[in-house]
């Protein structure tokens, strides 16, 4: 299996973060205006929740790898990122995070 290069990396967080714009509204009384990861970057801003750099900085620090993909998930203003992180050996792991917190809520495929 061949390793994960930057340029890959930076191209899914780059997409994900350009994928705003058509991201539906969660159902949590608001105007449907604003976009989830649009809530989130105000969340962040407020200091709700931690940011994507923090909470990357986290995955990292506990599971060694490469992140290959990064996904939101959230309602209710609770809000978490799932990681998928492609270790050495070619394992993938799903870990997900609550973005306020940084715990690691799961971890899939560890063995």
Known sequence: MRPVSLFR???VVTAL???G????ADDDGDSGQESR???MQEAVERGEIKS???LR???RSKFPGEIV???TSGEHGRYHYEFRVLRADGRLLEIEMDAA???VLEVENDE
């Not at 714009?21 to 539906?24: E, G, L, N, T």
């Open 69 to 71: 993909h990064v996904s």
């Open 37 to 39: 990861l649009e809530q």
């Open 101 to 103: 917190s940084g715990d």
């Open 9 to 11: 990396i930076v191209l």
């Open 57 to 59: 900085a986290i995955v």
């Open 17 to 19: 973060a350009g994928c």
């Open 52 to 54: 994507l750099g923090e």
């Open 21 to 24: 714009a058509a991201a539906r």
